[in-house]
């Protein structure tokens, strides 16, 4: 079973920049990746997510701002987070999926709030 591991989170000012990695502990060439957040008081949403072939999607609300990248050498997905906005505060968590399947995996999540 893979294992995730989220970092990069903190403290950011509203329109600064913080790029999220998660490392995971065994290869992920085959596996789809994503990115989600829970804020206080919200239920988890998704970010944005990566295919096998690279393919990404993104929540209407970071398209423009939010890249989803992946380097399977590294076993390593991205999320850089450019013109941060308050609304963005929140734990935000990777995500492993086997294609076609159901099953996912998760990270512990890492902390990001930004302030105004």
């Known amino acids: 079973q893979v294992q995730l591991v989220e970092s990069g989170g903190g403290l950011v000012q509203a329109g600064g920049s913080l790029r999220l990695s998660c490392a995971a502990s065994r290869s992920i060439f085959s596996l789809s990746m994503g990115w989600y957040r829970q804020a206080p008081g919200k239920q988890r949403e998704l970010v944005a997510t990566i295919t096998t072939g690279g393919s990404t999607n993104y929540a209407d609300s970071v398209k423009g701002r939010f890249t989803i990248s992946r380097v399977n050498a590294k076993n390593t997905v991205y999320l850089q987070m450019n013109s941060l906005k308050p609304e963005d505060t929140a734990v935000y968590y990777c995500?492993?999926?086997?294609?076609?399947?159901?099953?996912?995996?998760w990270g512990q999540g890492t902390l990001v709030t930004v302030s105004s």
């Open positions: 995500n492993a999926k086997v294609p076609w399947g159901s099953a996912e995996i």
